[in-house]
T-cell receptor, first 109, second 116 residues
Framework: KNEVEQSPQNLTAQEGEFITINCSYS?????LHWLQQHPGGGIVSLFM???GKKKHGRLIATINIQEKHSSLHITASHPRDSAVYIC???????????FGQGTRLTINP | DTGVSQNPRHKITKRGQNVTFRCDPI?????LYWYRQTLGQGPEFLTY????????KSRLLSDRFSAERPKGSFSTLEIQRTEQGDSAMYLC??????????????FGPGTRLTVL
């Protein structure tokens, strides 16, 4: 079993829909990251959080440390949101990341 | 551009050849990480440097792989005697080595390796 599990693996929705991507982890962590990866490989950091909730524009990330669970929400989704969204947890003093397998999101106009 | 850069962006090589990739981190970042990503999967940790010291290596990093970070600036990742299973995207990331809330990792664009 992977230390970080994401669901769903693939998600297709219509423009304007509210999107939720879930992440569960099984290890002790110091922080959790949500990342966005576009075709071609570039990875962009969306959020880094260790408790509570963060909001940036139409994106919201929440984490429940007791439940070892995090969610990424996208409100009023748009075709430009189409990408792979990756959850990663930070372990140990090295602060290295352990990644989930990613969720491929497609928003149709 | 003050982001993380990687060169080359693409590399095609024949099995058995040696390849070397370079990563230039953000200048004030003292931590540098190498990850490998195969198609359809999330990245996996390979190794990390704190300044010039290589402090941790994954079991994925076989003896054909070596990484250096001379003078704590840019880093190189060399793969000797490449195998088809080495085909992947090699990602470099850097961050400041501080436990603060804005201490995110910044990723380079990656080097895509294809071994024929």
């Amino acid at each position: 079993k992977n230390e970080v599990e994401q669901s769903p693996q693939n998600l297709t929705a219509q423009e304007g829909e509210f999107i939720t991507i879930n992440c569960s982890y099984s290890v002790g962590i110091s922080a959790l990251h949500w990342l966005q990866q576009h075709p071609g490989g570039g990875i962009v950091s969306l959020f880094m959080l260790s408790s509570g909730k963060k909001k940036h524009g139409r994106l919201i990330a929440t984490i429940n440390i007791q439940e070892k669970h995090s969610s990424l929400h996208i409100t009023a989704s748009h075709p430009r949101d189409s990408a792979v969204y990756i959850c990663a947890v930070e372990k140990g003093g090295a602060q290295k990341l352990v990644f989930g397998q990613g969720t491929r999101l497609t928003i149709n106009p | 551009d003050t982001g993380v850069s990687q060169n080359p962006r693409h590399k095609i090589t024949k099995r058995g050849q040696n390849v070397t990739f370079r990563c230039d981190p953000i200048s004030e970042h003292n931590r540098l990480y190498w990850y490998r990503q195969t198609l359809g999967q999330g990245p996996e940790f390979l190794t990390y440097f704190q300044n010039e010291a290589q402090l941790e290596k994954s079991r994925l990093l076989s003896d054909r792989f070596s990484a250096e970070r001379p003078k704590g600036s840019f880093s190189t990742l060399e793969i000797q005697r490449t195998e088809q299973g080495d085909s992947a995207m090699y990602l470099c990331a850097s961050r400041r080595g501080l436990a603060d809330s804005y201490n995110e990792q910044f990723f380079g664009p990656g080097t895509r390796l294809t071994v024929l």
